[in-house]
């Protein structure tokens, strides 16, 4: 081509909408190459059987691209909905429960959802409602680790609710969605009787929910009518502290002392940990420690924890999706989700002289 030939024309992209304009389903649906509704069934969650996963996921990537916020105020108008969930959680003394409120939070945005995240100023008590009128200001609830008769006051509200970690038998729930935590302490419970350790003390966490009772309950049934097996079961408060106590208790106290210490969360066995330690004991050689959760803390002492991972984002997320089925008048399904023991340096066989009486 000379250069007194003209070029042929630039073929022109679509104009992207600037910082200064606001993207509309229709900027969405030129960017993924879809229909307006397409975009509105995708963002709205009822796309299964009407569009294709592919063209789903080419919206969801153009919404995030574009920098997409649905037009929230029109949208509650038409819908009579304020778009905004409440997670209930009993304290944020650890990473669980963070996790579960990003899990909930990913699914709500996907939803055009807030998650308003709501620590109980009672733990696991009666939770106030944190506002004048709950079903004024909210759509719905999630609690996680509550019990449903300690959320009377937003229960009256009339909003569903969604229960994470609780009694699947509670009929005052609108839905629940559990961990399986039964099949958690069993993995413990057969790893431990598996290295040969036959004295096994659970330090029980001192507050009385599902989750904690189920532990208990759960633990006892798998080592029932083992022979030889001796299973104590000995109070801990929440917190290192508490574990410290309750371990140099249980290592101290009368008859033969335990080989193992199956605490029911990491904090209470990374007190535990502090106790062996201060008796001038070995992990593992002389005792074993286990934990339940898999938190930071689990690879953050030496040796680390012996442990119950439990996939607590997807938890949340699994919460989350429970509540938009029931905002969208659908029966929820009640997912169990699975957990994974995860051996570490914390457990080894009982040394060959356990007959250690005090």
Not at 140 to 158: E, F, H, K
Not at 200 to 219: K, Q
């Amino acid at each position: 081509m000379t250069s007194n030939q003209a070029s042929p024309p630039a073929r022109r992209e679509p104009p992207r909408p600037t910082a200064a304009t606001r993207v509309t389903s229709r900027d969405v649906a030129r960017a993924a190459g879809v229909s307006q509704a397409a975009v509105s069934l995708v963002l709205g969650d009822k796309w299964r059987g009407r569009v294709s996963e592919t063209k789903a996921e080419a919206v969801r990537a153009a919404a995030r691209e574009l920098g997409y916020r649905p037009n929230l105020a029109a949208r509650n108008l038409r819908m009579g909905r304020t778009r905004t969930a409440l997670l209930v959680v009993p304290a944020l003394t650890t990473e669980f429960f963070a996790c579960v409120y990003t899990g909930a939070a990913r699914i709500a945005a996907d939803h055009g959802f807030g998650v308003v995240l709501y620590p109980s100023p009672e733990g696991i008590g009666p939770a106030r409602d944190p506002f004048d009128s709950a079903s004024a200001t909210l759509d719905g609830v999630i609690a996680s680790s509550m019990a449903a008769d300690a959320l009377t006051a937003l229960r009256d509200a009339g909003l569903p609710l969604v229960m994470l970690d609780s009694d699947p038998d509670d009929d005052q729930a609108t839905a629940t969605v559990n961990l399986d935590i039964a099949d958690g302490v069993r993995q413990l419970a057969t790893h431990l009787h598996s290295l040969g350790h036959r004295r096994i003390t659970h330090l029980t966490a001192g507050v009385d929910s599902w989750t904690f009772r189920l532990r208990a309950r759960t633990l006892a049934e798998t080592l029932h009518g083992t022979p030889g097996t001796l299973l104590r079961h000995h109070p801990a408060a929440l917190g290192v502290d508490g574990g410290l106590h309750a371990a140099h208790a249980a290592l101290t106290g009368p008859g033969p002392r335990p080989t193992a210490l199956l605490c029911d969360d990491d904090i209470i066995a990374a007190g535990a940990c502090k106790a062996v330690r201060r008796l001038g004991l070995r992990i593992p050689e002389d005792i074993s420690v286990t934990g339940f959760d898999d938190l930071a803390l689990a690879v953050a002492v030496e040796p680390e924890l012996t442990t119950v991972r439990l996939p607590a984002e997807e938890f949340g997320a699994a919460g989350m999706r429970a509540l938009m089925a029931v905002l969208d008048g659908d029966r929820p399904e009640a997912p169990t989700l699975p957990v994974q023991l995860i051996t570490r340096g914390s457990t080894a066989p009982p040394p060959t002289d356990t007959d250690h009486t005090t």
